[in-house]
């Protein structure tokens, strides 16, 4: 596999131009596969650009928020259009960034074309309702208002998706962005953004500054003339920024992590339950926050299942995501490897067994980039830290339970509350898990992975700020509702 060694950095994009930081410094890019193959470069800028793309924002927003729904969503049409025409240069960049496999990256870039579609439709969908009111001469009314600038702050794992199922409604709705996305894959980002560019925005009405989440992040978080802040994250940094928000009455939205749990009961169709805990847990190389790395299993169908998940994890093919035939790419850089590495080792010496996997992958091609080997343990209780924490690497945590309820009391029994997904023929099973249990987003009989994008997606408990992104749920977060009374 070729490698490409120019490098070439990304400039931000501020006020319809690409200007260069005053910083001096950047951050180069390598393929987590291969770290010979240089991706580009990010510029790591400062406060003080952050602070010039926002008034560039709040300038635009006046005339923006003024132009017809209509109009905003021409603009968003025209993008989709860029984007699906550069859909296979996009994607490739997000495969040699981030390492997910070139098929993964084309769906989620096909999936950034369908979010700015469907959200340029929008502009055209009724906003607000009417309200009779007790005095007969008068008409009262609601209609929603932008919020202004919002800022959006984005994690590495989805570049394009992320991204652009923030951006796209905000900019429907008529407020002007600031994205700030995370600096791992901010190259991939960059080039969504070209795309917007050459959809024509009205300059200022999206901005990028690259940068380090605690420059760039914190300052977007805590400017004044920034209205609103949507981020998708870690918990601890997204703690932080609800807290800044919060403190000076700012709107925010944040979606956090998971430890998504999948309950397979001994009447499953046991192929199916396999084939969707592999895809849920091991594909984009367990990196995504719907990632299922705790499987709980009844005692019935275990060994069965047990043994069926083992024969089809050695299967998996672990490679550079670009070749064909590879199933699963590297962790994304050196830290999360280590991280996953460090869990594994924790796994380990709290007690639990290692099934398969367990290593980083090493010799050959592989020495050159961060590739783990996809790893199943059993013995786990449900308090190891293995199946309590997010793990965000290709690592399953298999539970046996001797009941659905300690299935559910189990799948239950942790911060977060993302998704979740049971494998079951019985109507019975399927209803009580949809009632009982504590997930934003619940699956029957299904893989557990996002979700259609015309519907809500969001978690419960430490999973997110209660709040919903995508379909008409976005609407929630970035208008605000105007109640208007006319006599
Ligand atoms: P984080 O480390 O939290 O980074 C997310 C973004 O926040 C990055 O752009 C980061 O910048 C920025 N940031 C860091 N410190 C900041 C600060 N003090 N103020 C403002 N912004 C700051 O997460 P990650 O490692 O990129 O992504 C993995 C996490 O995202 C996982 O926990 C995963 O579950 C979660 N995730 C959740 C979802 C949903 S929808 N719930 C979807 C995908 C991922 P830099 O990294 O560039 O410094």
Redesign the pocket.
Same mark, same amino acid.
């Given at each position: 596999m070729s490698v490409e060694t120019k490098n070439k950095t990304y400039l931000n994009y501020v006020n319809g131009e690409w200007i260069t930081s005053l910083s001096g410094e950047v951050k180069t890019n390598r393929n987590p596969a291969n770290t010979d193959d240089v991706v580009g470069s990010i510029q790591l800028s400062t406060k003080d650009e952050l602070g010039s793309a926002v008034v560039a924002a709040k300038v635009a927003q006046k005339k923006w928020r003024n132009l017809s729904g209509n109009d905003r969503g021409a603009y968003l049409f025209k993008a989709a259009d860029i984007l699906e025409s550069r859909l296979e240069e996009v994607a490739k960049c997000m495969t040699r960034e981030m390492g997910k496999t070139l098929p993964e990256a084309k769906g989620e870039t096909a999936r950034g074309v369908a979010i700015l579609r469907y959200y340029a439709g929008e502009g055209l969908r009724s906003e607000g309702d009417v309200i009779p009111s007790t005095d007969p001469s008068a008409i009262m009314f609601t209609r929603r208002a932008p919020l202004g600038v919002v800022g959006v702050?984005?994690?590495?794992?989805?570049p394009v998706a992320?991204p652009l199922w923030k951006m796209a409604p905000a900019l429907i709705y008529g407020n002007a962005v600031v994205i700030?996305?995370?600096?791992?894959a901010?190259v991939t980002c960059a080039k969504v953004v070209e795309c917007l560019e050459e959809a024509g925005f009205p300059k200022g009405v999206v901005n990028l500054v #690259? *940068? /380090?989440?605690?420059v760039?992040?914190?300052a977007?978080?805590d400017h004044p003339d920034v209205s609103g802040?949507t981020? #998708? *994250? /870690?918990?601890?940094?997204?703690k932080?920024?609800g807290q800044?928000c919060l403190a000076r009455g700012a709107k925010y939205q944040l979606?956090?992590?998971?430890k998504n749990p999948v309950i397979v009961a001994k009447d499953a169709d046991l192929n199916l339950a396999v084939d969707a805990t592999i895809s849920g847990a091991f594909r984009s190389t367990g990196?995504?926050?719907?990632?299922t790395s705790r499987v709980i299993v009844e005692a019935g169908i275990y060994e069965k299942f047990k043994e069926r998940l083992l024969a089809k994890t050695a299967e998996i093919t672990v490679g550079n995501g670009l070749e064909e035939n590879i199933w699963m790419g590297p962790s994304a850089s050196e830290g999360?490897l280590n991280t996953v590495l460090h869990y594994i080792e924790k796994g380990k010496s709290e007690g639990a067994t290692l099934l398969a996997g367990g290593n980083r992958l090493t010799g050959g091609d592989y020495d050159k980039g961060y590739f783990v080997e996809p790893t199943i343990f059993e013995n786990v209780s449900p308090d190891m830290t293995i199946a309590q924490e997010?793990i965000?690497g290709p690592v399953i945590a298999l539970i046996q339970v001797n009941t659905l309820e300690d299935a559910l009391q189990v799948a239950n029994n942790v911060e977060f509350g993302?998704s979740a997904s049971i494998f079951t023929t019985n109507i019975g099973h399927m209803l009580s898990f949809v009632e009982d249990m504590e997930a934003g987003l619940v699956r029957v009989n299904s893989e557990s992975a996002?979700v259609e994008l015309q519907a809500p997606?969001?978690?419960m408990k430490q999973?997110?700020s209660h709040s919903r992104?995508q379909g008409q749920a976005a609407k929630e977060f970035f208008t605000s509702i105007k109640t208007v009374f006319v006599k």
């Open positions: 702050i984005t994690p590495w794992n989805f992320i700030k996305p995370a600096q791992e901010a #690259t *940068g /380090s989440g605690s760039i992040g914190q977007l978080t802040i981020f #998708t *994250g /870690s918990n601890t940094v997204g932080g920024i800044g979606e956090m992590g998971g990196q995504k926050c719907t990632a999360q997010e965000f993302l996002g997606f969001g978690g999973s997110s992104e």
